[in-house]
Nanobody
Framework: QVQLVESGGGLVQAGGSLRLSCVVSGRTFSAYGMGWFRQAPGKERDYVVGITWSGGSTYYADSVKGRFTISRDKAKTTVYLEMNSLKPEDTGVYYC??????????????WGQGTQVTVSS
């Protein structure tokens, strides 16, 4: 079983940057890839970015392209989300997740507890 622990959230002004980290432990060798989702208050959880452990494939939601970057270390222990030019609409709880099938949103089956990101205008 994979365990995921997020960190790095916080309060930032619009235009600022944050870097989220997700420490991965457990049976990481069988996971296909990792991703980040976010959930704003009163809204559904949205798929933001994803990456295969090989690094060969990535996914970015249109709303974050050019501003967010997902990366991972080759030891399969940590996944990062670099967020630049943050906007108030980026506010939400950010969840790290693991997929064993593909980078499609519905294939993520392991989740962290989430970290709050708040962007003030």
């Amino acid at each position: 079983q994979v365990q995921l622990v997020e960190s790095g959230g916080g309060l930032v002004q619009a235009g600022g940057s944050l870097r989220l980290s997700c420490v991965v432990s457990g049976r990481t060798f069988s996971a296909y890839g990792m991703g980040w989702f976010r959930q704003a208050p009163g809204k559904e959880r949205d798929y933001v970015v994803g990456i295969t452990w090989s690094g060969g494939s990535t996914y970015y939601a249109d709303s974050v392209k050019g501003r967010f970057t997902i990366s991972r270390d080759k030891a399969k222990t940590t996944v990062y989300l670099e967020m630049n030019s943050l906007k108030p609409e980026d506010t939400g709880v950010y969840y790290c997740a693991a997929t064993y099938g593909s980078l499609r949103a519905n294939d993520y089956i392991r989740w962290g507890q989430g970290t709050q990101v708040t962007v003030s205008s």
